[in-house]
């Protein structure tokens, strides 16, 4: 099995490559042409299969989306939104080719139910469980899946899913999704929350 991955923090990089023995590939995901060499250089590394995919962008802004700048909100969609389709775009048109491939964007529950606090952060989440949905319908016919995980951001205003317990559900999750005992899941959306999300009580003025 050969694993490639990109990350802008360099001593995640290191350690990383360290502790697994995976490949990491320089990439700017904000820049079209360093994704699209990115994946073609994952696709070489793979002896010209590229079987999974997983994006994982979760730049966060804390604020309600009356005061979140223009500015803020188009660099969160550039990070959280764009990178990760331009990913799944040019993994998709290897996957179509070679007729097999599983693609895992994890997104947030505030995909599901915006959290007020990363109003912004929220908005790009739920883009994400759209794009991961909209390539489901397209590449079933060519045997491509593509799966929306959503780690709890509901009860704090935070994500969950490189802490303790819940960064394991959610790599024991993509795991699953990436092998053939999932073939027939494809355009799901799948929290990891402990039900947390399951059901609302609404407070209101009366």
């Known amino acids: 099995m050969t694993i490639a991955y990109t990350s802008n923090d360099r001593d995640l990089v290191k350690s990383i490559a360290a502790e697994t023995g995976a490949t990491a590939i320089d990439c700017d995901h904000r820049d079209r042409a360093s994704a699209d060499r990115a994946v073609q250089r994952a696709f070489e590394l793979g002896g010209g299969r590229l079987d999974v995919l997983v ?25 959280n939104l764009t990178a990760p389709f331009r990913a799944a775009r040019a993994s998709y048109e290897l996957m179509r080719a070679q007729g097999a491939g599983s693609m895992i964007l994890i997104a947030s529950d505030a995909g599901i ?15 994400v469980i759209a794009v991961a949905e909209l390539f489901a319908a397209e590449g079933a016919p060519y045997g491509v899946r593509s799966n929306a995980v959503c780690p709890d951001d509901l009860a704090s205003g935070t994500a969950s899913a490189g802490v303790g317990g819940a960064a394991t559900a959610v790599a024991a999750l993509a795991a699953w999704l990436a092998c053939d005992e999932a073939s027939d899941v494809s355009g799901a959306t799948l929290r990891v929350d402990a039900a947390r999300g399951a059901a609302l009580v609404a407070d209101t003025r009366g």
């Open 55 to 79: 994006t994982n962008a979760a730049l966060r802004l804390r604020a309600p989306i009356e005061a979140t700048s223009e500015a803020e909100f188009r660099e969160l969609l550039e990070q």
């Open 113 to 127: 139910r915006a959290v007020h606090q990363t109003a912004a952060y929220s908005v790009t989440c739920a883009g």
